[in-house]
């Protein structure tokens, strides 16, 4: 595969790579759109600061991160699945779901709202599966209409403050089509005050006004293609 050919062409190139893939592969929480890495290998050339799961106060970091007082951390455990679990525990979830969503043009949706482009996604609703979420939310935001799925991406997760409570945003991605050729409208009441279908060429720069969860949405889809 492609990974192979680069780490035989070029080693530098392909330690990039590999470090790359497992960072992408970690569970990340976004607070404040500032990283933090659930992690069970410690990385050594970070500026990084390491916190460890059995000590650290989860909920004074959260709150450190959140007024900028840590840029950037890990929470490490050996067992990678017991940190999200903790994390959990510790701060109420709420789950959502969303669309990365193509047309006949390989055009991708987008929506903007508070400054800044994103991806249709919303809370679920009661006796609503993830995949109705996604659709009803991209709809609903968007007034795309004729969704499919063709696949569940990943699980993206982000701190936010609401009411003084800090809660655990867990969105379910899932890429969509359509052949929806209509009128885009924003949904008001949501804040969006534009909708775009955005052509791939202009992707990046779409992305320099987005958030790290979504950043790392498209990063993690390339990295599958390669």
């Not at 968007?142 to 982000?158: A, E």
């Not at 890429?175 to 202009?202: C, R, T, Y």
Request: glycine residues 6%; contains cysteine; charged residues 30%.
């Amino acid at each position: 595969n492609l990974i192979a050919f680069i780490c035989k062409s070029n080693s530098a190139v392909c330690s990039a790579v590999l470090l790359l893939k497992t960072i992408l592969q970690m569970y990340k929480v976004f607070v404040n759109d500032r990283p933090l890495f659930l992690t069970n290998e410690v990385q050594k050339e970070t500026d990084f600061q390491i916190f460890l799961l059995e000590s650290v106060d989860i909920k004074k970091l959260i709150v450190k991160m959140y007024q900028n007082k840590v840029q950037h951390a890990f929470l490490y455990h050996p067992d990678e699945k017991l940190i999200i679990k903790t994390l959990k525990a510790k701060i109420p979830v709420v789950k959502a779901g969303g669309g990365l969503v193509y047309n006949k043009k390989g055009e991708i949706l987008f929506i903007f709202r508070n400054g800044k482009w994103d991806l249709p996604k919303g809370g679920t609703e009661k006796n609503e599966n993830m995949e109705e979420t996604a659709m009803r939310e991209v709809e609903e935001e968007t007034g795309v209409s004729g969704l499919s799925i063709s696949k569940m991406l990943q699980k993206t997760y982000h701190v936010f403050k609401r009411n003084g409570r800090y809660k655990l945003k867990q969105t379910y991605w899932f890429e969509m089509h359509s052949n929806f050729e209509g009128n885009l409208e924003g949904q008001a009441e949501e804040g969006i005050e534009k909708v775009e279908w955005v052509h791939p060429d202009d992707i990046d720069k779409v992305l320099d006004n987005s958030y790290e969860n979504i950043k790392l949405l498209f990063e993690k889809t390339k990295l599958d293609a390669v």
